[in-house]
């Protein structure tokens, strides 16, 4: 009866590891060939694609990747992509919290007259993505002379219905009573909110970080638009630049455009391990 | 410490539901005050309002000898236990008693000390560093009452600090807690809809029901001369036996026997406590006991006197059998209520 139930024990562990190894295996793999591939020399690539040898070009397609400029004006270096896409995908995840927070704070905590319609019209944008309205954001921020800066890449796009929703959601599942044993304690609107909400949501800002930093990390179209200096380029479309620009000329710099798409890879990954723990924590410790 | 005076106090909510009619009592200066009623009756919002965490519609309200209507809740030198505590779940112990001090630009050693002072008082030392979730039901009741106590208020208010706690831990913290408002001697209002805790922890009691108050007074009084057939009903459990009895020729009549003079006319209600029956052969009432309940230290008999369902409370000693049972009424143990409006007579 036990042995059986051994058994059987064994086979399910033996059919879920099998699957989570297959599933990792069919994520990872072609970071592998990517990474592979930043080894041998990019004619190699053109003639054989991916392969199993492991060449010695590594270093200097990092160099090359990280500190030489590419482009015309020669200011784009990896480095810099790399920086701004950090402050892209940074300034973007913060602001979006800080706004969601601020506007569900407001929402959810004061008795403003509108305060449902209020949040029934920032729940429509989410109708209106990017998108839709991209021609009349970049009227704005030419208008604004926000070309070409960070401002202009980060501002128009702070503004988070989901965020909002999510910080709304989850205040009004804070108890009543915190409020009020707050109010007694003599802790004003600013005070409670410092003192007391942000510190409760702690894991709701771990979760809006992850998938905020990663969707303005991502961002292809908006930067495409707004910048057109080479100092400004994002990491995202720095790859597609290295590539295009030598098109035709002679062979693409494959191995140099490789390392660069594992570096892009890199922080994203690094800000999932990072908030997830601290998300995994916040559940797990059971504040009542 | 200070009296609270509650002068023409009304409450309708915003939607139009009157949860507190025109209501005009004074809590003295150290006294230990019990709200008590059924659930919905307007305790808490009577409590909130004193609290300033609700709005008073009409009335004075005066902690001390000011009139605190439009005071903040954190300028009305009051602190107020929450039934589910409401500690803040990120703050260690020492963070949580402190942090009404801190709000008040408290030095930090001070803090500190009194912190400490509060929590040696409530046998919480060990805890200071633990977070509410590492804590027992009991202990994180006692953070409750040390984040009251620390700031030293003029008033405590309680809503309902015990019911989440079992049977055995909320005897224990009825205790403690009215021991250490003896020891401190700060005024305070609980609200309970716990009529056991009412009696035992009052100083006064105060009896709700439907947004009125119905009665004020000391435990004993609450008790033996309940003002209307609702406070003879509420307090105690089990509850006063309320029997239709009639007033004829000057005598009140219940089952065909005299209890004595009345100056009323037709009908009335008998009130008559459990306890207040006695088991007597030569007993004037005959009562048709259908069920006996153990209790160990005392019995109760639950049964019928002709059509009303009665239930006698006695020793443990004496004989317990279903079927009839002949009782005597202890003297002066009848109270008589209006037959209509239900206040005594
Ligand atoms: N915000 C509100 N708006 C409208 N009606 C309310 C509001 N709060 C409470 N009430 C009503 O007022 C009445 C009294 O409520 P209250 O909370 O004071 O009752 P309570 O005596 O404390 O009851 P319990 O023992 O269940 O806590 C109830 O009928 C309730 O429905
Ligand atoms: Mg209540």
Redesign the interface.
Known sequence: MSLSKMRKLKLSMIVDHGVLILGSLFMILPLVMLLQMTTIPDTEIIKTGPTLKIGDQFDDNLYKAMFEASGFAGENSGLSMLKNSLILGIGFAVGKILIGMLAAYAIVYFRLRFATLAFWLIFTTLLLPLEVRILPSYEVVQWLGMLNTYQGLIIPLIASATATFFFRQFFRSV?E??V????????GPV?FFI??LM??S?TMIAAMFIIMFVYGWNQYLWPTMITTDEDMYTLVRGIKQIVQVLEGAVVPEYGRSNVLALVAVIPPVLVVVFFQSWFVKGLT???? | MAQVQFNSITKTYPNGFEALKPTNFTIKEGEFAVLVGPSGCGKSTLLRMV???EDITAGDLSIGTRVVNHV???DRD???V???Y?????MTVRKNIG??LK??GTAKSEIARKVDEAAAMLNLTPYLES???QLSGGQRQRVAMG?AIVRDPALFLFDEPLSNLDAKLRNQMRIEIKALQRRLGVTSIYVTHDQVEAMTMADRIIVMNEGRVEQIGTPAQVYHNPATTFVASFMGAPPMNLLPAVVDGGQVMLEGVSFGPAPHRGKVIAGIRPEDFSPDPEGDLTIHVDLVEELGAHRLLHGKLGEEAVTVHVANESVAQTGPLRVGVKPDALCLFDAVEGNRI
């Open positions: 108890p009573e915190l009020e044993a707050a109010r007694i304690d003599g802790a005070k003192d007391i510190p409760l702690k410790e059971s504040d009542k | 609290a300033g965490l903040d809740p954190a009051i602190a107020m929450f039934q589910n409401a500690l803040y779940p990120h942090y009404g709000n008040r977070k509410p979730s984040r």
